[in-house]
């Protein structure tokens, strides 16, 4: 059989590569599109013009998305006084009409984001340089310019302080050397001692009530025998009472609001009053004025002597304590440091140191030698209204609105103890001036009350007023505790022990 001949296949073409379009018709071909079914064949068609509107919503969404964007990630000063120069320098109105600092601010970043969008990026950059210069040139002025880190006092105030420093230190010598005695002489009993102060203060009782004055009673002090007792009351009289029988002396008048403390001198019989009427003053024991001490600007509350009778320390409700010369009537330190009104003040035995308490809830102690805040008294929960040093020189005592008197140790600078003490706001605490062993504190609960200084428990309860007392104070013995009230009587509480019993055996 013969072989098959093989089929010959015709070459192959090559595939004819399509011209280059026009850009007429690439345009045209962008509206349109071709599509083949199966033969080969090509169809247009043109978009619609819902299509298209709904095209460009959606790239116009797209664009602000972005922009906000950038917005958002665009440094913007967040200071008002920054937000206007930056405008100014954009050459924009730095206000609109009722634009608010918030508004002003997203109406320059919506600026900053315009002009970097259409390429005003080298003017968005001038803009910055300049306002960082300016910055600049601010921090420059403000490192030349040294303020000093400190109120720059008087010469007088200076005499003062060296005086207060000469005074306190030996005094301060004095009492730790007797505490030393008495730690290591086996003699000495501090112990038995306190013990039995503490007995003899179980013993007070109401030995004599007199009317004081027509309106409430604020302020009460003795003499520094206890010969004298003065009161000061609402209608701004001052009233000087012979002790023990409380009979009136004399009758100080010169404030025309009410009186809201009266002091008597530790050197001398001379006495201080604080009024309403943002004035304190100087009086001798027979009426006659001394002195008055002007320059508060709001209403006085407390105010103390210093040991050495040379000085007077006022709290006022214009937020500042004042140091004062008593022999020039000079004010010699006005010490800011409360947020809120001062409203009493007392001074450290040894003299060296002054304690502020104020509606702030705070209590402030300060060194009179340099000026120093020594130790800030935070505890209170509302305003304290009493301070208090102990005669050892380490305790102070402060008595509040929240109803507890807190103790508090200076060596370690934190509170030692606290007493809830009243059911009403305490409105003064004094510690007994001889050494310390007890405390006593008034109350709006109409109530007075004696503690132990040895474990802060509870001695005696002083119940016979029938309204708010208002202030105490003990004498120089500690035998006698006098107490005034809102119902204008004068309450004398002392021991019922004879006189040689309960005589402090005391060096």
């Known amino acids: 059989m013969a072989p098959l001949?093989?089929?010959?296949?015709?070459?192959?073409?090559?595939?004819?590569?399509?011209?280059?379009?026009?850009?007429?018709?690439?345009?045209?071909?962008?509206?349109?599109?071709?599509?083949?079914?199966?033969?080969g064949g090509e169809a247009e068609y043109e978009v619609s013009d819902d299509h298209r509107a709904a095209r460009e919503r959606h790239e116009r969404a797209v664009q602000e998305l972005l922009q906000r964007r950038r917005a958002y990630a665009m440094a913007v000063p967040t200071n008002d006084s920054a937000v206007r120069a930056r405008l100014r320098r954009l050459g924009e109105p730095i206000t609109l009409f009722g634009e608010r600092e918030m508004e002003r601010r997203d109406r320059l970043r919506a600026l900053m984001v315009r002009l970097e969008a259409d390429g005003q990026v080298d003017r968005l950059l001038r803009a910055q340089e300049d306002d960082q210069a300016a910055r600049a040139g601010e921090e420059e002025e403000e490192e030349q310019i040294q303020y000093p880190f400190f109120t720059e006092g008087t010469q007088e105030l200076l005499k003062a302080r060296v005086d207060i420093a000469q005074y306190s230190l030996p005094r301060a010598k004095a009492r730790i050397e007797?505490?030393?005695?008495?730690?290591?002489?086996?003699?000495?009993?501090?112990?038995?001692?306190?013990?039995?102060?503490?007995?003899?203060?179980?013993?007070?009782?109401?030995?004599?009530?007199?009317?004081?004055?027509?309106?409430?009673?604020?302020?009460?002090?003795?003499?520094?025998?206890?010969?004298?007792?003065?009161?000061?009351s609402w209608s701004g009289i001052i009233k000087v009472w012979s002790m023990p029988q409380l009979t009136k002396?004399?009758?100080?008048?010169?404030?025309?609001?009410?009186?809201?403390?009266?002091?008597?001198?530790?050197?001398?019989?001379?006495?201080?009053?604080?009024?309403?009427?943002?004035?304190?003053?100087?009086?001798?024991?027979?009426?006659?004025?001394?002195?008055?001490?002007?320059?508060?600007?709001?209403r006085l509350a407390r105010l103390a002597f210093h040991p050495s009778g040379k000085y007077l320390g006022t709290a006022s409700f214009d937020k500042t304590w004042r140091l004062w010369d008593i022999n020039t009537g000079k004010e010699l330190l006005l010490?800011?440091?409360?947020?809120?009104?001062?409203?009493?003040?007392?001074?450290?035995?040894?003299?060296?140191?002054?304690?502020?308490?104020?509606?702030?809830?705070?209590?402030?102690?300060?060194?009179l030698r340099s000026g120093r805040l020594f130790f800030a008294l935070k505890g209170h929960v509302k305003p304290v209204l009493g301070v208090s040093f102990s005669p050892n020189g380490y305790l102070v005592a402060?008595?509040?609105?929240?109803?507890?008197?807190?103790?508090?140790?200076?060596?370690?600078?934190?509170?030692?103890?606290?007493?809830?003490?009243?059911?009403?706001?305490?409105?003064?605490?004094?510690?007994?001036?001889?050494?310390?062993?007890?405390?006593?504190?008034?109350?709006?609960?109409?109530?007075?009350?004696?503690?132990?200084?040895?474990d802060y428990k509870p001695i005696k309860s002083l119940v016979g007023h029938e309204s708010k007392v208002t202030s105490l104070d003990i004498s120089g013995d500690g035998q006698k505790i006098v107490s005034v009230s809102h119902d204008r009587t004068?309450?004398?509480?002392?021991?019922?022990?004879?006189?040689?019993?309960?005589?402090?055996?005391?060096d």
């Open 5 to 39: 001949p093989v089929p010959v296949h015709p070459p192959i073409a090559p595939i004819p590569v399509p011209p280059p379009r026009a850009p007429a018709a690439a345009a045209s071909m962008a509206s349109t599109s071709t599509s083949s079914a199966g033969g």
């Open 178 to 232: 007797r505490a030393k005695r008495r730690h290591e002489d086996p003699d000495e009993d501090p112990e038995a001692e306190a013990e039995l102060v503490v007995k003899q203060a179980g013993e007070f009782v109401l030995e004599c009530s007199e009317i004081g004055d027509d309106r409430p009673l604020t302020g009460c002090s003795f003499s520094r025998d206890a010969s004298m007792l003065a009161t000061s």
């Open 249 to 298: 002396v004399a009758t100080l008048k010169g404030h025309t609001e009410r009186a809201t403390d009266v002091a008597f001198s530790p050197a001398d019989d001379c006495l201080a009053t604080a009024s309403a009427d943002r004035t304190a003053k100087l009086w001798k024991p027979d009426g006659s004025l001394l002195m008055s001490f002007d320059g508060h600007l709001d």
């Open 335 to 367: 010490q800011e440091g409360h947020s809120r009104s001062v409203y009493g003040v007392s001074f450290h035995p040894d003299g060296s140191l002054v304690a502020s308490c104020g509606l702030d809830a705070y209590a402030r102690v300060w060194d």
């Open 398 to 454: 402060t008595g509040s609105e929240d109803n507890f008197c807190r103790i508090w140790d200076l060596r370690k600078r934190q509170m030692l103890y606290s007493i809830p003490a009243h059911k009403s706001l305490i409105s003064h605490v004094k510690f007994e001036p001889q050494e310390g062993y007890y405390l006593a504190t008034c109350s709006y609960d109409t109530k007075a009350a004696l503690w132990s200084a040895r």
């Open 490 to 506: 004068i309450k004398i509480w002392s021991c019922r022990s004879s006189t040689q019993d309960n005589a402090m055996e005391l």
